[in-house]
C-alpha cells in the first residue's frame, strides 16, 4: 500500500498490521522477551514489505553473524574487540549523522541490509550477534547515546556500535554523557537495559522522528500503539493516541481515547483531566 506524496516504507494493510500488532504484544508480555523478534515485529509494523519470510531471513542473518565470531575469546575485552573486528570492521556497520533523518534506522532489518542505522538499533545488531555467540553482553543506555557493555560491573568494557565498536575508555563515556546532557557520568548510567527497555527507546525515537513530520502520522501512531501493547508504558500514551487520531480525521475514536485518559489521570491531576476532556469535546464539534 504506497502513498503517491511520501517515500517509503509504507505500513501494511489493515489485517497483517492487526497481526504484526497481536504477535508484538504475545511476544512483549512473555516470560523472556526476545529483543530482536520485538524490534523485527516493529520493522514490520512499519513496512508492508517485510513479510513472514523477510523477518525470518533476518534472524538467520543474526544467527550467520554469530557463527563467524571466535570461540571463546577471553574476557570483556577481547569479547568487545572480537565484535568490533567482525561487525565494525569486516561488515562496515555503523551510523552517521544523515542516519537520524531516515525511518529506516529504527528499523531492524533495514539496519541488516544497508548496515546503517541509529545507535540504538546497531547496538541491537550487536547484542543479538554477540549473544547467540555467548558473549556476555548488554546494552547501556547512556543518555543521548545507546552503547553496548560487555562483562560484569566491575570489569565491564563499552563499546559504540555507531562508531564501528570502538571500544570507549572511561574519559570516552563521560565525554558522551557530557556532550549530550551536560552533566558528568554516574554509575546508574551504566546499568544493563531490559528488552523491555531497548523496544521503548526504540519507539521513543520512531515518535520523535515522526513529531518533526507531521505527514507521517501514521508512523507516529503505530509507535503509540505498539508503546501501548507493552506491560507497563506511561498513561499518557493514551493521551497521545487520541491527539493523532483526531489529527489524522478519526474524530469519534480520538475523543473516546482522550476521554479515557481523562478518567485515568482525574484523581491526580484535574486540571489535565478537564484539558482532554475540552479536547475531546472540541474533536466531537469538528463531526458536525
Do not use: K
Not at 550487536?126 to 553482553?137: N, T
Not at 563521560?174 to 521503548?200: D, F, H, N, R, W
Not at 508503546?227 to 500514551?237: D, I, M, N, T, V
Not at 491531576?269 to 463531526?287: F, K
Amino acid at each position: 500500500m504506497g502513498h503517491p506524496y511520501l517515500p517509503p516504507p509504507y505500513p501494511p494493510g489493515p489485517e497483517r498490521a492487526a497481526e504484526v500488532r497481536r504477535r508484538f504484544g504475545e511476544e512483549a508480555r512473555s516470560e523472556r522477551p526476545d529483543l530482536s523478534a520485538l524490534c523485527l515485529l516493529i520493522g514490520a509494523a512499519a513496512d508492508g514489505s517485510l513479510d513472514d519470510a523477510g523477518l525470518d531471513a533476518a534472524q538467520l542473518e543474526l544467527d550467520e553473524l554469530a557463527g563467524q565470531l571466535p570461540y571463546r575469546p577471553g574476557g570483556p575485552r577481547a569479547w568487545a574487540e572480537a565484535v568490533r573486528r567482525l561487525l565494525g570492521t569486516r561488515y562496515d556497520f555503523g551510523g552517521s549523522p544523515a542516519d537520524y533523518q531516515r525511518l529506516e534506522s529504527s528499523l531492524l532489518h533495514e539496519v541488516l541490509r544497508r548496515r546503517r542505522g541509529l545507535p540504538i538499533l546497531l547496538s541491537v545488531v550487536w547484542l543479538e550477534v554477540a549473544r547467540r555467540a555467548g558473549a556476555p553482553v548488554h546494552g547501556v543506555a547512556l543518555p543521548g547515546h545507546f552503547v553496548v557493555g560487555f562483562g560484569p560491573p566491575e570489569e565491564q568494557v563499552l563499546a559504540d556500535p555507531f562508531e564501528g565498536g570502538r571500544v570507549l575508555s572511561g574519559p570516552d563515556a563521560e565525554v558522551l554523557v557530557a556532550g549530550a546532557t551536560g552533566t558528568p557520568l554516574e554509575p546508574s548510567m551504566l546499568v544493563p537495559t531490559t528488552p523491555l527497555q531497548v523496544v521503548q527507546r526504540v519507539l521513543n525515537n520512531m515518535r520523535a522522528w515522526a513529531s518533526a513530520r507531521p505527514e507521517r502520522s501514521d508512523v507516529a501512531l503505530l509507535a503509540v500503539e505498539l508503546g501501548l501493547l507493552l506491560p507497563a508504558h506511561p498513561a499518557r500514551l493514551r493521551y497521545e493516541r487520541g491527539q493523532l487520531l483526531v489529527q489524522r480525521g478519526e474524530f469519534v475514536a480520538g475523543a473516546a481515547e482522550l476521554e479515557a485518559y481523562a478518567e485515568l489521570v482525574g484523581v491526580v491531576d484535574p486540571h489535565t483531566e478537564e484539558r482532554a476532556r475540552a479536547q475531546a469535546r472540541e474533536a466531537r464539534a469538528l463531526l458536525n
